[in-house]
């Protein structure tokens, strides 16, 4: 697979907002200036592996960027799909009601989608603001207790969502592309998110083995912005590698 996609459930149109509220953090106020980067439509960067997994874990940095558009968002995520089924976790920062979440802030969130395109689980919790640029883990991975399925894990200081694992039975266990993947819909000028790092990328074998990714993305597709490259490749003994992504008005390196 090479072209861009995103989960199932972003769609976003076009506005401008003087104010935009963020539930569990400081309301935050702006001035309009005119914008350099027009992201309304979305700009997205990922890259992806190709090859039968069971699961994924990535540890990244957690944004908080000011949303200037009023149907806009960031979003930072793992996700793994098998044709139309999908599991999804990550960050999104919303600035309506219109985005994966459905209301306005800073959320954790996970996402299922089965084979017949259905949602099977959607949840989102708040971004502890002690959480904001603080490296957590993200995983998704199989089981197989009654009849089985996928299930969810978020470790950060808090253990705010997830930490002891969100179950979905009904979900395929097998994927054959796994992403790590940043989108943003919004427009504004100079930089929306700074260096940023994506570290201990591990997949899960079909035998339920966990190993640290030791190769480069199969695929990497940029827009700059998002600004997505490699510090560190993945090779054996590096543990996973070391990427960075951020949101800048030029240039392809934060």
């Given at each position: 697979m090479?072209?861009?996609?995103?989960?199932?459930?972003?769609?976003?149109?076009?506005?401008i907002?003087?104010?935009?509220?963020?539930?569990g953090?400081a309301?935050?106020?702006q001035?309009?200036?005119?914008?350099?980067?027009?992201?309304?439509t979305?700009c997205i960067?990922?890259?992806?592996?190709d090859?039968?997994?069971?699961?994924?874990?990535v540890?990244?940095t957690?944004?908080?960027?000011?949303?200037?558009i009023?149907?806009?968002s960031?979003?930072?995520?793992l996700?793994m799909?098998?044709?139309?089924?999908?599991v999804?976790?990550g960050?999104?920062?919303?600035?309506?009601?219109?985005g994966g979440?459905?209301?306005?802030?800073?959320w954790f969130?996970a996402?299922?989608?089965?084979?017949?395109?259905?949602?099977?689980?959607l949840k989102c919790?708040?971004?502890?603001?002690?959480?904001?640029?603080?490296d957590?883990?993200f995983?998704?991975?199989y089981?197989?207790s009654?009849?089985g399925?996928?299930?969810?894990?978020i470790?950060d200081?808090?253990?705010?969502?997830?930490?002891t694992?969100?179950?979905v039975?009904g979900?395929g266990t097998?994927?054959?592309?796994?992403f790590?993947?940043?989108?943003?819909y919004?427009?504004?000028?100079?930089t929306?998110?700074?260096?940023s790092?994506w570290?201990?990328?591990q997949?899960?074998?079909?035998t339920?083995?966990?190993t640290?990714?030791?190769r480069?993305?199969?695929?990497l597709?940029?827009?700059?912005p998002?600004?997505?490259y490699?510090h560190?490749?993945?090779?054996?003994g590096?543990?996973?590698?070391?990427?960075?992504?951020c949101?800048?008005e030029?240039g392809?390196?934060c």
């Amino acid at each position: 697979m090479k072209h861009l996609r995103l989960p199932v459930l972003l769609t976003f149109c076009l506005a401008i907002s003087l104010l935009v509220v963020f539930p569990g953090s400081a309301a935050r106020a702006q001035t309009r200036i005119p914008a350099t980067v027009n992201c309304s439509t979305g700009c997205i960067s990922n890259g992806e592996w190709d090859d039968w997994v069971k699961g994924g874990i990535v540890k990244f940095t957690v944004e908080d960027p000011l949303i200037h558009i009023s149907n806009g968002s960031f979003r930072r995520d793992l996700f793994m799909i098998n044709g139309t089924q999908e599991v999804d976790i990550g960050i999104s920062v919303e600035s309506s009601t219109t985005g994966g979440c459905g209301k306005k802030g800073d959320w954790f969130f996970a996402e299922a989608v089965n084979a017949l395109g259905q949602v099977l689980f959607l949840k989102c919790v708040g971004i502890p603001l002690q959480d904001v640029g603080l490296d957590v883990t993200f995983q998704e991975s199989y089981f197989t207790s009654n009849g089985g399925g996928m299930f969810f894990k978020i470790t950060d200081p808090g253990n705010t969502m997830c930490s002891t694992g969100c179950f979905v039975s009904g979900m395929g266990t097998s994927y054959n592309i796994i992403f790590e993947q940043e989108g943003v819909y919004d427009t504004w000028t100079g930089t929306e998110v700074a260096l940023s790092g994506w570290s201990k990328s591990q997949y899960q074998s079909t035998t339920g083995v966990w190993t640290y990714q030791s190769r480069n993305f199969d695929f990497l597709t940029t827009s700059n912005p998002p600004q997505m490259y490699w510090h560190t490749v993945p090779a054996p003994g590096n543990n996973g590698g070391l990427l960075y992504s951020c949101d800048k008005e030029t240039g392809t390196t934060c």
